[in-house]
């Protein structure tokens, strides 16, 4: 069953502007991790932010926010002041610590172009 | 700066090809991973390695095997390269240094095509 779910295949957003992309997770594990990740046309991902389940803050690194939901199991990414090069896929993925830590799951992604 | 380098960028293979997709991390990762990317589907995980030698399948891994010999480096092999394996293929790899909180870091990717 899929664990990670971004209900948004595409957004669209004018420059400057702040987005959220939306991300909601299932898991019965207490202990777990939520990333985003960013996809451009180029091909390879790169790691935005990082949420611990036991977080007590809203993770935040530089423009990107994560606006962290624990009982609504939602961990959406806010982009402020959104810029050109931001237009990119954008992925969601949890690790839990039950079971293989190592690996991630990750959600379908969502499309993501700034207009000038 | 974390390293990942995967060995093509491109690459066109004939069906019924042997194919090796490579991947070399420079920062001491246990973990490394075969992704295959595909439109509407996301990351899919093919294979894992989190020790020399040791591998464990992932959710798609029919008509893929792995290789890790050393710690740096990670093999994807694809036996008999067939049209449906056209895909972006992507590695990562990752430190258990964390429980939870190490990202994994990724390859440029490589795009294969079968033809």
């Known amino acids: 069953a899929q664990k990670i779910t971004q209900t948004q295949p595409g957004m669209f957003v004018q420059e400057k502007e702040a987005v959220t992309l939306d991300c909601t997770y299932d898991t019965s594990d207490p202990s777990y991790g939520l990333f985003w990740y960013k996809q451009p046309s180029s091909g390879e991902m790169i790691f935005l932010i990082y949420q611990g389940s036991y977080d007590q803050q809203n993770a935040t690194e530089g423009r990107y926010s994560l606006n962290f939901q624990k009982a609504r199991k939602s961990a959406n990414l806010v982009i402020s002041a959104s810029q050109l090069g931001d237009s990119a896929m954008y992925f969601c993925a949890m690790r839990e610590v039950a079971g293989n830590n190592r690996k991630l799951i990750w959600g379908l992604g969502t499309s993501l172009a700034v207009n000038p | 700066d974390v390293k990942v380098t995967q060995s093509s960028r491109y690459l066109v293979k004939r069906t019924g090809e042997k194919v090796f997709l490579e991947c070399v991390q420079d920062?001491?990762?246990?973990?490394m991973f075969w992704y295959r990317q595909d439109p509407g589907l996301g990351l899919r995980l093919i294979y894992f390695s989190y020790d020399v030698k040791m591998k464990e399948k992932g959710d798609i891994p029919e008509g893929y095997s792995v290789s890790r010999e050393k710690k740096e480096r990670f093999s994807l092999i694809l036996e008999s390269a067939s049209t449906n394996q056209t895909s972006m293929y992507l590695c990562?790899?990752?430190?258990?240094?964390?429980?939870?909180?190490?990202?994994?870091?990724f390859g440029q990717g490589t795009r294969l095509t079968v033809v």
């Open positions: 920062m001491d990762h246990e973990n």
């Open positions: 990562a790899s990752s430190s258990n240094r964390g429980l939870m909180n190490t990202e994994a870091f």
